[in-house]
């Protein structure tokens, strides 16, 4: 039925057709689901121990997987198999096995299979649920297409902390952007037929100095408010899977902690999917310091609610005798092998034909992945600075020097992650420069100056030269892929090598100079910021970096992406986030003996939410719709957006809130919602936020919800500097305990 075909119905007969229309529908769901319990069940029946466990063991293409575990029934999860011949294999003696389990076949596919689109911090700087559902959406069917069928992703790991090289992987530093942008990839990776697999749960983003793997320190009250909320939204989004994180949560291993895996996931947000250790995570809780041998090890962690063992061979070596000596409940062993068949039923692994052997993920990057991978690349860039409107790239300019290692680098253009990504796919800055020159008349030099880690600069008197001789200068430099992602830590932001010399050099040249920066977080810029009018952060692009950068380089288009993260001026104020508490001392630059550094200034170089376009954007008349909010309610925020500049462009409406008196210290400023809208020359949008007054609270250590009744400040603009535009008045208190918050979970990440 469409609606159209109800209208001028009489309510009565309306409400009548509707129950109709859908009580057969919430009873075929139900069936499904009932169905898929009895099948579970009918399996788990006829299992032997041995098969159960056998279920619960993940284990990689290579060694130690022997094939014939998968006809023996002792690996019911692969990972990294990658191609259709090595599933259909793997498929095929799956079908020789006693009770003919279909094997789920797992990999880390983030930001692209074959086609590699941008890494998902660049991705979150496009700040929109839509691009990121497509992207992932694209990434998962070309996995899919030669058979993986889960993903290890996405990441919801907030972080505030860039020394740590997976805030790449991620969505930076914001919990309510966090959590849009985690429940659009999950549904995203499951159009394009991936389940997801939430990680790492948790706290991983948040170690210690920045150190990869370190241990982390959060309070609860803190877990529920900052680095939960992505995680819920996974679960809610209908994520397959989570992934235990391998660090510490305030002295518990995260991959034996039942307070995170069992309290929280299943009891509170009614998860009732599976979940994995990360790689070897298991055997690891021995140099945790709680076990002390393997079998105690998988032990606390089956016990604690980690259903499978990426790696480790623990659960398959020890589990059986910890059943048998009664130090596991065979019940604790059944209940995970029946979440991780219900997930194998939900997939509709059951039902499916194998894979075939001839299908090749050579069939990309075909021309739409290539469009795709371009359209969403080109959201994502940041325009951090244009001093005297360097960029566009002017028409005048007949000429264009491209400097840089970076330019000409297409393995380091995908980043890390990069699943089946191949540099030869790859289109450089330099190559889509070049393209785009190409017809216009216009001459494209190019020198490295350095080399990729800019260690050499032998070639800098080149590039110079390159630089003089031309009308303008395209210099491109930043993180190698080598230094951002997986134990990739780094102590020192700054632009790595001499990157700071050269570009000085650069500058001097008097040349208009546009630096396009690449890398997996921000760098610390130092004099550059000063030296160089342009920059563009564009993290790392992927296959199609040339042609979206120049479509934005020259004007086509107008950079649109915003900063999911604060970006610090020195590696000294890490960890630095936008939604901190407010002190006792707010800054006041004359005197000391307040929040400032005595060597550093204590504001970012950008803030979070920064991007600028080629056009401008005019705030007015914001308006509060009620300024009264009861439970239940939702506060409706509606702003005039006017493009005053004479391109087209996009700009990201955002809203924040701030409780300023509260029973305890509220952040100075918190995002509450965004809306990315395009603009003509001269157009006006009016654009309305909503933020549901539940959202408004915060937790108190033992979980429970509270909203306080009182004002509640509200801004709105283009980036968390945002303009204050009145109060809201919260007219009652309410508290909601941990247990019930999850019948109105999903008002929390409305968007
Ligand atoms: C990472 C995970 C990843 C796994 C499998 C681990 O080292 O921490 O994020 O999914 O490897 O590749």
């Given at each position: 039925m469409?609606?159209?075909d109800v209208?001028?119905?009489?309510?009565l007969?309306?409400?009548?057709?509707?129950?109709?229309?859908?009580?057969?529908?919430?009873?075929?769901?139900?069936?499904?689901s009932?169905?898929?319990?009895?099948?579970?069940n009918?399996i788990?029946?006829?299992m032997?121990?041995e098969?159960k466990?056998?279920?619960?063991?993940?284990?990689?293409?290579?060694?130690?997987?022997r094939?014939?575990?998968?006809?023996?029934?002792?690996?019911?999860a692969?990972?990294?198999?990658?191609?259709?011949?090595?599933?259909?294999?793997a498929?095929a003696?799956?079908?020789?096995?006693?009770?003919?389990?279909?094997?789920?076949?797992?990999?880390?596919?983030?930001?692209?299979?074959?086609?590699?689109?941008?890494?998902?911090?660049?991705?979150?700087?496009a700040?929109?649920?839509?691009v990121?559902?497509?992207a992932?959406?694209?990434?998962a069917?070309?996995?899919?297409?030669?058979?993986?069928?889960?993903?290890?992703?996405?990441?919801?790991?907030?972080?505030r902390?860039s020394?740590?090289?997976?805030?790449?992987?991620?969505?930076?530093?914001?919990?309510?952007?966090?959590?849009?942008?985690?429940?659009?990839?999950?549904?995203?990776?499951?159009?394009?037929?991936?389940?997801?697999?939430?990680?790492?749960?948790?706290?991983?983003?948040a170690?210690?100095?920045g150190?990869?793997?370190?241990?982390?320190?959060?309070?609860?009250?803190?877990?529920y408010?900052?680095?939960?909320?992505?995680?819920?939204?996974a679960?809610e989004a209908?994520?397959?899977?989570?992934?235990?994180?391998?660090?510490?949560l305030?002295?518990?291993?995260s991959?034996?902690?039942?307070?995170?895996l069992t309290?929280?996931?299943?009891?509170q947000?009614?998860?009732?999917?599976?979940?994995?250790?990360?790689?070897?995570?298991?055997?690891?809780?021995?140099?945790?310091?709680?076990?002390?041998?393997?079998?105690?090890?998988?032990?606390?962690?089956?016990?604690a609610?980690?259903?499978?063992?990426?790696?480790?061979?623990?659960?398959?070596?020890?589990?059986?005798?910890?059943?048998?000596?009664?130090r596991?409940?065979?019940?604790?062993?059944?209940?995970?092998?029946?979440?991780?068949?219900?997930?194998k039923?939900?997939?509709?692994?059951?039902d499916?034909?194998?894979m075939?052997?001839?299908?090749?993920?050579?069939?990309?990057?075909?021309?739409?992945?290539?469009?795709?991978?371009?359209?969403?690349?080109r959201?994502?860039?940041?325009?951090?600075?244009?001093?005297?409107?360097?960029?566009?790239?002017?028409?005048?300019?007949?000429?264009?020097a491209?400097?840089?290692?970076?330019?000409?680098?297409?393995?380091?253009?995908?980043?890390?992650?990069?699943?089946?990504?191949?540099?030869?796919?790859?289109?450089?800055?330099l190559?889509?420069?070049?393209?785009r020159?190409?017809?216009?008349?216009?001459?494209?030099?190019?020198?490295?100056?350095?080399?990729l880690?800019?260690?050499?600069?032998?070639g800098?008197?080149?590039a110079?030269d390159?630089a003089?001789?031309s009308?303008?200068v395209?210099?491109?430099?930043?993180?190698?892929?080598?230094?951002?992602?997986?134990?990739?830590s780094?102590?020192h932001?700054?632009l790595?090598?001499?990157?700071i010399?050269?570009?000085?050099?650069?500058?001097k040249?008097?040349k208009?100079?546009?630096?396009?920066?690449?890398?997996g977080?921000?760098?610390?810029?130092?004099?550059?910021?000063?030296?160089?009018?342009?920059?563009?952060?564009?993290?790392?692009p992927?296959?199609?970096?040339?042609?979206?950068?120049a479509?934005v380089?020259?004007?086509?288009?107008?950079?649109?992406?915003?900063?999911?993260?604060?970006?610090?001026?020195?590696?000294?104020?890490?960890?630095f986030?936008y939604?901190?508490?407010?002190?006792g001392?707010p800054?006041?630059?004359?005197?000391?003996?307040?929040?400032?550094?005595?060597d550093?200034?204590?504001?970012p170089?950008?803030?979070?939410?920064?991007g600028?376009?080629?056009?401008q954007?005019?705030?007015?008349?914001?308006?509060?719709?009620?300024?009264?909010?009861?439970?239940?309610?939702?506060?409706?925020?509606?702003?005039?957006?006017k493009?005053?500049?004479?391109?087209?462009?996009?700009?990201?409406v955002?809203?924040?809130?701030?409780?300023p008196?509260?029973?305890?210290s509220?952040?100075?400023?918190?995002?509450k919602?965004?809306?990315?809208?395009?603009?003509?020359?001269?157009e006006?949008?009016?654009?309305?936020?909503?933020?549901?007054?539940?959202s408004l609270?915060f937790?108190?250590?033992?979980?429970?919800?509270?909203?306080?009744?009182?004002?509640?400040?509200?801004?709105?603009?283009?980036s968390?500097?945002a303009?204050?535009?009145g109060?809201?008045?919260?007219?009652?208190?309410?508290?909601i305990?941990?247990?019930?918050?999850?019948a109105?979970?999903?008002?929390?990440?409305?968007?």
């Amino acid at each position: 039925m469409r609606l159209s075909d109800v209208h001028g119905l009489a309510p009565l007969a309306l409400a009548v057709i509707l129950a109709i229309a859908f009580v057969p529908q919430a009873k075929a769901q139900e069936t499904s689901s009932q169905s898929i319990e009895r099948r579970v069940n009918e399996i788990l029946r006829q299992m032997t121990l041995e098969e159960k466990v056998g279920q619960l063991n993940l284990v990689s293409h290579g060694p130690p997987l022997r094939w014939e575990d998968i006809s023996e029934g002792k690996a019911g999860a692969l990972l990294n198999f990658n191609s259709a011949p090595d599933v259909a294999r793997a498929q095929a003696l799956a079908r020789q096995s006693r009770l003919k389990i279909p094997p789920l076949f797992g990999l880390d596919v983030l930001h692209g299979f074959r086609t590699q689109f941008p890494l998902p911090l660049g991705e979150a700087a496009a700040f929109s649920p839509r691009v990121s559902r497509l992207a992932s959406e694209w990434a998962a069917k070309e996995a899919a297409y030669v058979g993986v069928n889960w993903t290890f992703a996405p990441m919801a790991d907030l972080s505030r902390d860039s020394r740590w090289g997976r805030i790449v992987e991620g969505f930076g530093e914001d919990p309510y952007l966090g959590s849009v942008l985690t429940a659009a990839r999950v549904e995203g990776f499951r159009q394009g037929g991936l389940a997801a697999a939430a990680k790492h749960f948790a706290g991983y983003g948040a170690p210690q100095g920045g150190r990869d793997y370190d241990t982390t320190y959060i309070p609860r009250a803190e877990m529920y408010d900052t680095y939960l909320p992505p995680f819920r939204a996974a679960v809610e989004a209908g994520s397959a899977s989570f992934m235990a994180a391998f660090n510490a949560l305030n002295g518990e291993p995260s991959t034996a902690n039942p307070w995170l895996l069992t309290d929280i996931l299943r009891k509170q947000w009614g998860f009732d999917g599976f979940v994995t250790s990360d790689w070897v995570g298991i055997g690891e809780l021995i140099n945790h310091g709680i076990a002390v041998d393997g079998a105690e090890a998988a032990r606390k962690a089956i016990l604690a609610g980690v259903d499978m063992d990426m790696m480790g061979l623990l659960y398959i070596k020890h589990l059986p005798d910890e059943v048998r000596a009664g130090r596991v409940p065979e019940s604790v062993i059944d209940e995970s092998v029946r979440r991780v068949l219900r997930t194998k039923f939900r997939m509709g692994l059951f039902d499916r034909p194998d894979m075939d052997p001839s299908r090749s993920d050579s069939a990309f990057p075909n021309p739409e992945s290539r469009q795709m991978a371009r359209a969403v690349a080109r959201e994502t860039f940041v325009l951090l600075q244009n001093r005297g409107d360097v960029l566009p790239v002017p028409a005048s300019a007949r000429s264009i020097a491209v400097i840089g290692p970076l330019a000409d680098a297409p393995h380091d253009q995908m980043g890390p992650h990069a699943a089946r990504g191949h540099k030869e796919d790859s289109v450089t800055v330099l190559e889509g420069i070049r393209r785009r020159a190409q017809g216009t008349g216009i001459t494209v030099r190019h020198a490295p100056a350095c080399d990729l880690f800019c260690r050499d600069t032998s070639g800098l008197p080149a590039a110079l030269d390159a630089a003089k001789q031309s009308d303008f200068v395209i210099a491109v430099f930043g993180e190698p892929q080598e230094l951002s992602g997986e134990a990739a830590s780094r102590a020192h932001l700054e632009l790595n090598g001499k990157q700071i010399d050269v570009l000085e050099e650069l500058a001097k040249t008097g040349k208009p100079v546009a630096l396009i920066l690449l890398g997996g977080r921000p760098q610390v810029l130092g004099s550059v910021a000063e030296r160089v009018p342009a920059i563009l952060m564009a993290w790392y692009p992927g296959t199609e970096a040339g042609p979206a950068l120049a479509d934005v380089l020259f004007g086509d288009v107008s950079p649109s992406g915003k900063l999911p993260l604060t970006w610090p001026r020195a590696t000294g104020q890490l960890p630095f986030y936008y939604n901190r508490l407010p002190t006792g001392r707010p800054t006041k630059p004359e005197n000391r003996f307040t929040l400032q550094y005595i060597d550093e200034a204590i504001t970012p170089l950008y803030p979070f939410g920064w991007g600028l376009s080629y056009t401008q954007f005019a705030y007015a008349d914001a308006a509060m719709a009620q300024k009264q909010l009861d439970q239940g309610q939702v506060l409706e925020v509606s702003v005039s957006v006017k493009n005053t500049g004479a391109r087209e462009g996009q700009e990201v409406v955002q809203l924040y809130t701030r409780d300023p008196v509260a029973s305890r210290s509220r952040p100075l400023r918190e995002l509450k919602a965004f809306e990315k809208i395009a603009l003509k020359p001269g157009e006006t949008k009016r654009v309305t936020l909503r933020v549901p007054v539940e959202s408004l609270g915060f937790h108190l250590d033992d979980g429970t919800y509270l909203v306080e009744a009182g004002a509640i400040q509200v801004f709105v603009g283009g980036s968390s500097l945002a303009e204050p535009i009145g109060e809201a008045e919260i007219t009652k208190t309410f508290r909601i305990p941990p247990m019930e918050r999850r019948a109105s979970a999903s008002t929390s990440i409305a968007q």
